[in-house]
């Protein structure tokens, strides 16, 4: 399983991206699946995670400016993110797994940095 996240960036308050995360190795399709992140010098923490019906759930500080989406067809999660402030200055990583029971596969991907200017 391989995954590559991409979309990260420099960028100033307020603005927007959109991170996506490309898996190959597996099929995505039949799995929840999620974004995380990692602040330097704090631990990894979960951003939002989509599960097979497109149905998705976020983290309190995510919730009204990030939206997760996939396309399963593509094998790709997609993580739109609207109004950064520099507290979402962080590496961004996806993972499988649903809210619960947190990331399941043991190999993460590089991530994409997101870091947000005043």
């Known amino acids: 399983v391989h995954l590559m996240e991409s979309g990260g960036g420099s960028v100033q308050t307020g603005a927007s991206l959109r991170l996506s995360c490309s898996v190959t190795?597996?099929?995505?399709?039949?799995?929840?699946w999620g974004w995380y992140r990692q602040i330097p010098g704090s631990a990894l923490e979960k951003v939002a995670i989509?599960?097979?019906?497109?149905?998705?759930s976020y983290a309190s500080f995510a919730d009204g400016r990030f939206t997760i989406s996939r396309d399963n067809s593509a094998n790709t999660l997609y993580l739109d993110l609207t109004d950064v402030t520099p507290e979402d200055t962080a590496t961004y990583y996806c993972?499988?797994?649903?809210?619960?029971?947190?990331?399941?596969?043991?190999?993460w991907g590089q991530g994409t940095r997101v870091t947000v200017s005043p």
């Open positions: 989509i599960n097979i019906f497109h149905r998705a």
């Open positions: 993972n499988r797994g649903d809210w619960w029971s947190g990331p399941e596969l043991p190999d």
């Open positions: 190795g597996i099929d995505i399709t039949l799995d929840p």
